[in-house]
C-alpha cells in the first residue's frame, strides 16, 4: 500500500478495504510505521519509539488492522511504560490493561505507539521539557494543543486514523481545534475508567479517541461504551448503535448559540465568526437558532478545577515512590505543594461548586437541544505561550492562562454532558479552528445526527495540513 493512499483513508476506510481484500491487514501496518517515521520527524509526537511488535488485538473486531497509538497518561497497557510527560517518572509500567485498553485491543485496534503529553497533563499545550513541543502540523510553529498534543498532531498528519485521548478540561477537544479533527468528549459514565479508579480526576475527566471524520467517532463509541465490571455510574445505554445515528436526521431543534466567554475574556473575531456560521447552517437545515447560554459562575468553576488539578497531584503522593518535586516543572511543583495543603473542607467545597454549575447547565439545556460554541478561544497559540515551566505562575495564574487561551470546554468537565469539537473554520494562514457542540446528559446520539449533516453542509476532508504523510 502506497503511503500517499493509506493517509487519506480514514479508519472505516481502510476496513473497508481489508475486508474486500484490496490490502492486507499487514500491508497497513507497514504503511503506517512508514506514516508514523515521516510524520513523528516533523511533529514529535511520540514519547517512545514506535512498538515492534504492535501490541496484541483481536483479529476479527469491528477495527480489526487498523493503526491505532495511546497516549502517556497514566496506566494504560499492560507492560507500556508511562511517564505522565515528567522527567520525574522513569517509565512505571502497569501490570494489566485498563478497562478502555482491553476494549481498544477487543476492536482489533493495532496499538503502534505512546503519544507525548504535557506533564500531569494539566495543560492546553503539549510541549513537556521531557519530550519536546508536539508541533502542529498545519503550523510547525505553533502547539498542537494539550493535553493529548501528540495523538493529535499525529492523527492530523496522516501517521494514523485515530488515536487514544482523554480528557480533564478540554483535552481532547483542544487539541482537536487545534490540528483540524473531530474531538469528542463522551458523557460522564459512557466509557469505563476502571479498574484502578472509580472516577477519573472525581469524574471530571474522560477517556475516548480523536478522529478525522464523525463516522469513525461513532463506530469507535459503539465499540467501547458501556459500564465496566464495578464501576460506580454508568451513562444509561444508547437506543440504537451511534453508527446509525451518522444516517439518521436529528428532527428540529432547538438551538442555542453563544460566543462569550464565561470567563469575560477576549474571544478572537475568526474563532466567535466560526461558530456563528454554523449556528446559520443549522437555521438553513431548519433548526430553531437564538443567541443564548446558560449562567456560569466562573469563580465556581476555577474552584472545581483546582480540586481536578489536586486530584491528579494526590495521585502522584500518594504512590509507593513519590517523584521529586526538583525534577517536575514549576507549575506541576504548586500543584504538588496545593494537593498538600488541601483540606476535606476545600474538596467539599470544590464539589460545592461544581455542583452549583451542574444545576446551571442541565437546566439550560431541559429548554434547548444544543448548544454551540467556539472550542478554543483563539487559534493555536505559538510554542511557549502557555509557559508551563514559568516557576512566577502561582496556580491562579496558571488556570487564568489556560482561561484566556480556552474558557470554553471545561464547564462540561464540570457538568458531564457529551460534546463534540469539529473543524468547521479556518482562520489566517489556513489553520483551523474548531466549533464546539454540547448536547443534554447521555445524548450522543443526538451529537452525532448533528456532526454528520455538518460534515456534509461543511466538509473538511479535502482540507490537509502542510506536514502531511500523505505528501511523500
Known amino acids: 500500500m502506497e503511503l500517499h493512499e493509506y493517509a487519506r483513508y480514514d479508519a472505516l476506510g481502510l476496513r473497508n478495504l481489508i475486508k474486500a481484500g484490496e490490502v ?3 500491508e497497513v501496518e507497514a504503511a503506517a510505521r512508514q506514516a508514523l517515521a515521516v510524520a513523528n520527524a516533523e511533529v514529535n509526537g511520540l514519547a517512545l519509539p514506535v512498538f515492534a511488535p504492535a501490541l496484541d488485538h483481536a483479529a476479527d473486531g469491528p477495527f480489526a488492522g487498523i493503526p491505532f497509538l495511546i497516549k502517556d497518561h497514566g496506566p494504560v497497557a499492560k507492560g507500556v511504560p508511562f511517564f505522565l510527560g515528567s522527567r520525574a517518572l522513569p ?4 501490570q494489566h490493561d485498563t478497562d478502555l485498553m482491553a476494549r481498544f485491543r477487543a476492536a482489533g485496534l493495532v496499538t503502534l505507539g505512546l503519544t507525548t503529553s504535557p506533564e500531569m497533563c494539566v495543560s492546553f499545550s503539549t510541549e513537556p521539557v521531557r519530550f519536546g513541543p508536539a508541533r502542529n502540523p498545519w503550523d510547525p510553529d505553533r502547539g498542537a494543543g494539550g493535553s493529548s498534543g501528540g495523538a493529535a498532531a499525529l492523527v492530523a498528519a496522516g501517521a494514523v ?6 480528557d480533564g478540561a478540554g483535552s481532547i477537544r483542544i487539541p482537536a481545534s487545534c490540528c483540524g479533527l473531530v474531538g469528542l468528549k463522551p458523557s460522564r459514565g459512557r466509557v469505563p475508567c476502571g479498574p484502578d479508579t472509580g472516577e477519573m480526576m472525581l469524574g471530571m475527566a474522560y477517556e475516548f479517541a480523536l478522529t478525522r471524520t464523525v463516522r469513525d467517532a461513532a463506530h ?21 448503535p451511534y453508527a446509525e445515528e451518522t444516517e439518521t436526521a436529528p428532527g428540529r431543534l432547538r438551538v442555542a448559540v453563544t460566543t462569550e466567554s464565561w470567563a469575560g475574556t477576549k474571544v478572537d473575531d475568526q474563532v466567535a465568526a466560526a461558530a456563528v456560521r454554523t449556528g446559520r447552517a443549522l437555521e438553513r437545515m431548519g433548526h430553531t437558532v437564538s443567541v443564548a447560554a446558560p449562567h456560569v459562575d466562573w469563580d465556581d468553576v476555577l474552584r472545581a478545577w483546582v480540586c481536578e488539578g489536586v486530584a491528579v497531584a494526590s495521585t502522584l503522593l500518594r504512590a509507593p515512590r513519590r517523584p521529586d518535586p526538583a525534577m517536575m516543572e514549576a507549575v506541576s511543583r504548586r500543584f504538588l505543594q496545593t494537593a ?6 476545600d474538596m467539599l467545597a470544590a464539589f460545592d461548586a461544581q455542583n452549583r454549575v451542574t444545576r446551571s447547565v442541565g437546566a439550560f439545556l431541559t429548554e434547548y437541544d444544543l448548544l454551540v460554541t467556539p472550542t478554543l478561544g483563539r487559534l493555536p497559540a505559538p510554542h511557549g505561550t502557555l ?3 514559568d516557576p512566577g505562575h502561582t496556580l491562579l495564574s496558571w488556570l487564568e492562562s489556560l482561561t484566556d487561551h480556552a474558557p470554553f470546554p471545561v464547564v462540561f468537565n464540570l457538568t458531564g454532558q457529551p460534546a463534540i469539537s469539529l473543524p468547521l473554520g479556518t482562520g489566517d494562514g489556513g489553520l483551523p479552528i474548531g466549533v464546539q457542540l454540547v448536547a443534554p446528559y447521555g445524548r450522543e446520539d443526538l451529537l452525532f445526527q448533528v456532526a454528520a449533516r455538518l460534515e456534509e453542509a461543511m466538509p473538511w476532508k479535502d482540507r490537509l495540513p502542510p506536514v502531511f504523510a500523505g505528501n511523500r
Not at 91 to 94: E, L, S, V, Y
Not at 220 to 226: E, F, I, N, R, S
Not at 340 to 345: I, R, V
Open 24 to 26: 492486507t491487514a499487514g
Open 91 to 94: 517509565g512505571i509500567a502497569p
Open 161 to 166: 486514523p485515530v488515536a487514544h485521548a482523554s
Open 220 to 240: 469507535l463509541l459503539d465499540a467501547v461504551q458501556g459500564p465496566g465490571v464495578g464501576d460506580k455510574y454508568t451513562a444509561p445505554p444508547p437506543r440504537r
Open 340 to 345: 498538600e495543603e488541601y483540606t476535606a473542607l
Open 387 to 389: 509557559r508551563y515551566d
